[in-house]
């Protein structure tokens, strides 16, 4: 069984895009010798999404620091780095 999940609304997910996803991993488990019953889930999503997944997974115990980068002001000297 394959279920599709649409997260996101940045490309239209037609039927004749599902029917592409559900041929091509029918495909990979045949060819990866897939003989059992199985079910396969995909989600598509945005980045806010994954951003927000990733960040609600993560366990922030593990961090020792945490590297914040920012965008440099236009007007700034790049000799301050």
């Known amino acids: 069984m394959i ?3 649409n997260r996101q609304d940045k490309i239209p997910v037609t039927t004749e895009l599902i029917k592409s996803l559900e041929d091509i991993i029918a495909f990979t488990l045949k060819e990866e010798g897939v003989a059992i019953s199985y079910e ?11 951003k ?3 960040l609600s997974q993560i366990d922030m115990s593990n961090y ?9 002001k236009k007007n ?3 000799n301050s780095l």
């Open 64 to 72: 020792i620091s945490i590297i914040n980068i920012t965008r440099k």
């Open 76 to 78: 700034d000297n790049m």
């Open 40 to 50: 396969v889930s995909v989600v598509l999503v945005d980045n806010c999404n994954i």
């Open 52 to 54: 927000d997944r990733f």
């Open 3 to 5: 279920y599709i999940d």
